[in-house]
């Protein structure tokens, strides 16, 4: 996480995402800024170095974001069918990043960072809305 700095205002982040664990939120806040800068270069190629270097660090933040989730959870007495339907919910969204990064042509030609990070990120705003705000704020705690 300290190659980004998650304090800096970015257009995918709110604070009406915030779920009151602090090492969740500074997660978000990363993964947002990251969308957040990407999105203002929209001639990056998908398919280019730079593109490929985007999606390779997108999805490590954002499995270790899962795997800091999924280990609060562990740890809270959270219903297990909630529990694991959660986890399901990551690997359903790490499936998406590579299933988006494999189709890099689109209706236009050649697809885009940009093309894809909105997605993404209209994605995880979802996953934090309707998911990430159902895990306890004392889980911050434990960690």
């Known amino acids: 996480m300290e190659e980004y700095n998650s304090q800096s205002a970015t257009s995918f ?6 779920t009151g ?21 929209p001639r990056t190629a998908l398919g280019s170095e730079t593109g490929t270097s985007f999606l ?3 999805y ?3 499995a270790q974001h ?7 959870m562990r740890r809270l007495d959270m219903p297990e069918a909630q529990r694991l339907a959660h986890f399901q919910e990551h690997s359903r ?19 885009t960072v940009a093309d894809i990070t909105r997605d993404l990120l209209h994605i995880i705003v979802e996953h934090v809305i309707h998911a990430d705000h ?4 004392m889980a911050g705690n434990s960690a």
């Open 13 to 18: 982040w709110s604070a009406d995402l915030e």
């Open 21 to 41: 664990i602090p090492v969740i939120d500074e997660q978000h806040r990363a993964i947002a800024e990251l969308g957040d800068r990407l999105v203002r270069d």
């Open 56 to 58: 390779q660090v997108f």
């Open 60 to 62: 490590r933040l954002l």
């Open 66 to 72: 899962f795997e800091t989730e999924e280990l609060l």
């Open 93 to 111: 969204l790490l499936e998406r990043v590579v299933a988006l990064s494999m189709n890099q042509i689109g209706e236009n030609g050649p697809k």
């Open 134 to 137: 159902l895990i306890p704020p």
